[in-house]
């Protein structure tokens, strides 16, 4: 066991274990099946969880690795040197807090949004910092294949100078809005300005939706488009610039760009020319967890010393 980590999971509902329960889910899609996927740098150690039929489904998976009730009990007994916290968003905050005054360990991973309050969130993050502990945010977006070759065309001149950047998504501000807005802030860069529109009409289990338009530092325009129900999954950002135009499409797995050219109908106009279509390969097996587990081996061993998405990007969020 020489060099493998041990690590704990705070809940083990969908993101945390049972995600991965789901037939139509080509690859791991939970912590729990991201450390089991890497035996070579991670033991699964413990888990915590209040949930019945949860903790039962969790056992039935994973029946040699204990359960507890109690995040300080579940610490203090496997000493892990990873945490993930896996809780609804209302239990992230005590749930870190927590692992970190009965620990701390090596490293943390938290799923997003940090909290719901921006205080609390601050209080998150600023409880790793004071412990050099790392924390790494759970924006997956920002290890898919897609939206990496995306932020390349947007950052590499492509369409040119960026004027204005859109993303669509879903309803639910908490659990898809923040990857839309994460999204917006890793494509855009800083956003300096933020007005929301909220649309009582779209609102879905509890949580608000809200529209909203941005500022980015460069002078951009932002657009969070929320697009509807969340059973209607359309994700895709649109990025405009003063050379021309690319759309990704996360289902279709494709960036579309496309140059401004002179206008056949209107003079001192232009209009889009033909687009090129590039294809994103995504291997269905290939999982954003397994490559966020890696990196927190990485930030818990001392190679690597800033996460992909921080707990100041998720701040920004």
């Not at 999971?9 to 945390?16: A, E, K, L, N």
């Not at 070579?40 to 690795?65: H, K, M, T, Y």
């Not at 945490?83 to 991973?109: E, F, Q």
């Not at 610039?241 to 206008?263: C, H, N, V, Y």
Request: aromatic residues 6%; contains cysteine.
């Amino acid at each position: 066991m020489n060099g493998v980590l041990n690590a704990a999971v705070v809940g083990v509902g969908r993101v945390g274990s049972r995600f991965d329960e789901e037939r139509e889910r080509k690859a791991v899609w939970s912590h729990v099946g991201a450390y089991l996927a890497l035996p070579a740098q991670f033991r699964l150690a413990g888990v915590c969880e209040i949930d019945g039929e949860n903790a039962s489904r969790f056992r039935a998976r994973c029946p040699d690795v204990p359960v507890f009730g109690d995040v300080r009990e579940l610490v203090r007994t496997v000493k892990p040197d990873v945490v993930s916290i896996c809780t609804p968003m209302a239990g992230h905050a005590p749930a870190l807090m927590t692992a970190l005054d009965a620990g701390p360990p090596r490293a943390a991973w938290c799923e997003k949004p940090l909290a719901d309050e921006l205080g609390v969130a601050r209080a998150m993050v600023a409880g790793c910092e004071v412990r050099h502990i790392p924390l790494l945010v759970s924006h997956v977006r920002r290890w898919h294949p897609l939206w990496r070759r995306f932020k390349a065309v947007v950052e590499g001149g492509r369409i040119g100078s960026l004027q204005s950047l859109r993303v669509a998504m879903p309803n639910r501000l908490w659990s898809i809005g923040s990857h839309a807005i994460d999204l917006l802030s890793w494509l855009g860069g800083e956003i300096r300005r933020a007005r929301g529109l909220k649309l009582p009409r779209l609102e879905q289990d509890g949580e608000p939706a809200v529209g909203a338009v941005f500022t980015f530092a460069s002078g951009a325009a932002g657009y969070l488009h929320v697009i509807g129900a969340k059973e209607n999954l359309i994700v895709e950002a649109e990025a405009i610039g003063d050379r021309g135009r690319a759309i990704a499409s996360e289902l279709e797995g494709t960036i579309r760009i496309q140059k401004f050219e002179p206008s056949a109908r209107y003079r001192d106009y232009k209009d889009l020319g033909a687009a090129t279509v590039e294809t994103i390969p995504s291997d269905e097996t290939a999982s954003p967890f397994v490559a966020m587990a890696k990196e927190l081996a990485e930030l818990a061993a001392g190679t690597r010393s800033l996460a992909t998405c921080s707990g100041a990007d998720a701040l920004a969020v």
